[in-house]
């Protein structure tokens, strides 16, 4: 995207200390790429863009995990008050790996704890993790799941470009190349479009105001479980049905790529 090349540049450390945002809440928007250069041609002067080692876009990897019963899945599709996410995530241009949970905090607000798992080699390393994703779980009151019976279910990879709004309060991330495959060799994928989230501690941003003012409302959606309820048949999809109809669907025989590998 060629606006992204012309933003000031702000590094991970001072995007950390400005914008951490690991409690906040968030809007997603499911946009054509062309509408998304639109988008960041009129940003805000002063705009910056994170850029590591000279790169403004980068690969993220995302393994998710689930209990045999889905209940991550079905917390998120019935949007139980007590939900969460299980996630590796890999930064594919550094290497780094960290181990994640996703809660819902107070107000519907998006809570985010992680321990990094460069070290994570031995059995006795992943046993301490496992125990760590158990205490957090607890801790953010979400009992009564059994870390052992936890397993990959989908994995999601994209490219991400993340800006820095003035003001240093708001955090904006652009997705695309998304794709998704499930341990059964399923596998999509949604050229041409992209997913504009934002990511502040409350109140609307200037981003959000800009996109309802062209006609984009926050859409329900979920690079898990959207992806994992349309790839996985007998899911419960009624959540994002509206999503899936208006972007997966309507764009099946043209753009979205959808095979079952034997």
Avoid at 210 to 234: E, M, V
Wanted: hydrophobic share 35%; net charge positive; glycine share 6%.
């Amino acid at each position: 995207m060629k606006k992204l090349e012309t933003l000031g540049a702000v590094s991970l450390n001072e995007l950390a200390e400005r914008a951490d945002l690991q409690v906040r809440r968030d809007r997603k928007y499911v946009c054509p790429t062309g509408s998304i250069e639109t988008l960041l041609s009129q940003l805000p002067d002063q705009t910056r863009v994170l850029e590591i080692d000279g790169r403004r876009s980068f690969g993220y990897s995302s393994t998710y995990f689930d209990t045999p019963e889905f209940v991550s899945f079905n917390g998120a599709a019935h949007r139980r008050r007590r939900r969460f996410k299980v996630r590796a995530r890999t930064y594919l241009d550094t290497g780094q790996s960290w181990m994640e949970v996703k809660t819902c905090g107070a107000m519907g607000r998006t809570v985010k704890d992680r321990i990094p798992l460069a070290q994570v080699e031995s059995d006795r390393q992943i046993a301490d993790m496992w125990q760590w994703v158990s205490q957090i779980l607890k801790y953010r009151s979400i009992p009564n799941i059994r870390v052992a019976r936890l397993a990959p279910t989908l994995t999601v990879a994209y490219q991400r470009s993340t800006l820095l709004l003035p003001g240093n309060l708001v955090r904006v991330t652009v997705d695309s190349d998304i794709s998704w495959n499930t341990p059964l060799g399923r596998q999509g994928s949604l050229p041409g479009m992209g997913i504009v989230e934002t990511k502040s501690p409350g109140s609307s941003s200037v981003i959000d105001k800009a996109l309802w003012g062209k006609g984009h409302r926050p859409d329900r959606i979920s690079k898990y479980a959207t992806g994992f309820a349309y790839l996985t048949p007998g899911t419960q999809t009624n959540r994002w049905n509206r999503t899936i109809e208006r972007y997966f669907e309507a764009t099946r025989v043209n753009e979205f790529q959808l095979e079952a590998v034997c």
